[in-house]
């Protein structure tokens, strides 16, 4: 038995494959600065766009190490998106994540309307995203979709990694 509760997230009308990423602006953090940046302005190929629960949740830190595991971030550009503040993400880059930037999202505004938000239990008024996986072809249409039903839930390396495999060769 594992030491928490494994609960299920209500259903949601989330972005899902064949759908076009909506855009947003938001602060786009990377190792050294950050700047406000469109996801139209920086999807010019293969991207690989992670949502996530805070910074320092095991949702998130596992996410990362995924993708530093399976060297994706050598084959195509890998985005996060969380709703820690760039400082959080700073921090966060400087421990894993190697060749990846992440969005600043702290209310919740892009969460919410790619259909991901949900409220952490016992913090009223707090929205966090559930975890998230979307493959963005250069036009900004999803190709690959992952989007935890239960909490926690993660998703299948290999599937992204077979999808990563499809879209870049």
Do not use: C
């Not at 494994?6 to 602060?27: K, M, N, Q």
């Not at 919410?112 to 998230?132: F, K």
């Amino acid at each position: 038995m594992p030491d928490f509760d494994v609960v299920s997230l209500p259903e949601t009308d989330h972005v899902d494959e064949g759908d076009t990423a909506p855009d947003f602006t938001r602060p786009l953090v990377n190792g050294e600065y950050w700047e406000d940046r469109a996801l139209d302005d920086v999807v010019d190929g293969p991207t690989l766009l992670l949502f996530h629960p805070m910074d320092g949740t095991f949702q998130g830190t596992y996410l990362y190490n995924t993708v530093d595991d399976n060297e994706w971030s050598d084959d195509l550009d890998v985005l996060g998106l969380s709703i820690s503040t760039p400082y959080a993400h700073k921090r966060l880059l400087a421990e894993r994540g190697d060749g990846i930037r992440i969005f600043s999202d702290p209310g919740a505004a892009v969460v919410e309307e790619y259909g991901l938000a949900h409220e952490i239990d016992g913090m009223t008024g707090i929205t966090e995203s559930r975890p998230a996986v979307f493959l963005l072809d250069s036009d900004r249409t999803v190709e690959y979709a992952w989007v935890a039903s239960e909490h926690p839930e993660f998703p299948d390396a290999e599937a992204i990694g077979d999808a990563v495999a499809d879209l870049v060769d």
